[in-house]
T-cell receptor
Framework: GENVEQHPSTLSVQEGDSAVIKCTYSDSASNYFPWYKQELGKGPQLIIDIRSNVGEKKDQRIAVTLNKTAKHFSLHITETQPEDSAVYFC???????????FGTGTRLLVSP | GAVVSQHPSRVICKSGTSVKIECRSLDFQATTMFWYRQFPKKSLMLMAT?????????EQGVEKDKFLINHASLTLSTLTVTSAHPEDSSFYIC????????????FGSGTRLTVV
């Protein structure tokens, strides 16, 4: 089955810096890669996603890149703000969206 | 956008009792719903997948008789934790996927279960 690895587990940056979180997946059949932000005591919220037919997607300060050959995808947050502090999860879904496998999570702390 | 409502947000129950958690898709029809369990500072672990009108498919290691899942309609799925024990205390989260060709999964806000 699919296995998703995520690094780093924790990331501390200063406000205004950029943050990058990386994930690798194992199943070449996976074709949908979302990123979620989870705040304490809440469910995950989708912040951006990418499909396998696209190499990069951007939404304001957030961007995701996908390298299908290497089976890895990354989340890029620019101009970080304290409110970006949360746990971020990457995930991968197989064809038919029957199962979403999560990475282990990255705790991002943005210091003012 | 797609909204999934999950209730209750918090519940405390006594050992040996059963607890039901509801997950509703408010503005779309959810053919498939997923139930996850999350331990503190850990990732989401898929417990089971349910398709409307069918029996749920449980992940390996998840007890079917303890975690009863019902997906009787396209907008409602329930998870019942039966004969709860303190080790069942956790954060439970549901997710739904729609019938339309809309990619993505919408998550509920989660339920914090504490068994005393």
């Amino acid at each position: 089955g699919e296995n998703v690895e995520q690094h780093p587990s924790t990331l501390s940056v200063q406000e205004g810096d950029s943050a990058v979180i990386k994930c690798t997946y194992s199943d070449s059949a996976s074709n949908y890669f979302p990123w979620y932000k989870q705040e304490l005591g809440k469910g995950p919220q989708l912040i951006i996603d990418i499909r396998s037919n696209v190499g990069e997607k951007k939404d304001q300060r957030i961007a995701v890149t996908l390298n299908k050959t290497a089976k890895h995808f990354s989340l890029h947050i620019t101009e970080t703000q304290p409110e970006d502090s949360a746990v971020y999860f990457c995930a991968a879904s197989n064809t038919g969206f029957q199962k979403l496998v999560f990475g282990t999570g990255t705790r991002l702390l943005v210091s003012p | 956008g797609a909204v999934v409502s999950q209730h209750p947000s918090r519940v405390i129950c006594k050992s040996g009792t059963s607890v039901k958690i509801e997950c509703r898709s408010l503005d779309f029809q959810a053919t498939t719903m997923f139930w996850y369990r999350q331990f503190p500072k850990k990732s989401l672990m898929l417990m089971a997948t349910s398709n409307e009108g069918s029996k749920a498919t449980y992940e390996q290691g998840v007890e079917k008789d303890k975690f009863l899942i019902n997906h009787a309609s396209l907008t409602l799925s329930t998870l019942t934790v039966t004969s709860a024990h303190p080790e069942d205390s956790s954060f439970y989260i549901c997710s739904a996927r729609g019938t339309e060709k809309v990619y993505g999964y919408t998550f509920g806000s989660g339920t914090r279960l504490t068994v005393v």
